[in-house]
Nanobody, 125 residues
Framework: QVQLVESGGGLVQPGGSLRLSCAAS????????IGWFRQAPGKEREGVSC????????YYADSVKDRFTISRDSAKNTVYLQMDSLKPEDAAVYYC??????????????????WGQGTQVTVSS
């Protein structure tokens, strides 16, 4: 069964850190580009970071550049998103997904891409 399961969300104070995990099963992440997306209430879903498969290129949204770090652990078939210096505006449900194409400005997903169920990140004092 193909599955992506996010974990690691929670409540953190502004300036704090969280590490999100995206554990894949039923397929090998090394054959896929993987992206992190987020959606806050009343807002559209936005791409946060993307790790391309072909050349390992990494992309970040301007709003998280220099604060978030995406990484892969092939042995664990897991992708991580380290989030530092969190701000209240980072609060959202975070999703990981396989991605058809990562670019510097947008990440393209197709109907047959896999999505996780999401993990809530709350940034509040």
């Amino acid at each position: 069964q193909v599955q992506l399961v996010e974990s690691g969300g929670g409540l953190v104070q502004p300036g704090g850190s969280l590490r999100l995990s995206c554990a894949a099963s039923g397929f090998d992440i090394d054959y896929y580009a993987i992206g992190w997306f987020r959606q806050a209430p009343g807002k559209e879903r936005e791409g946060v970071s993307c790790h391309a498969r072909s050349d390992g290129s990494i992309y970040y949204a301007d709003s998280v550049k220099d604060r978030f770090t995406i990484s892969r652990d092939s042995a664990k078939n897991t992708v991580y998103l380290q989030m530092d210096s969190l701000k209240p505006e980072d609060a959202a449900v975070y999703y990981c997904a396989t991605v058809f194409l990562c670019t510097n400005t947008y990440y393209v997903t197709k109907p047959d891409d896999y999505w996780g169920q999401g993990t809530q990140v709350t940034v509040s004092s």
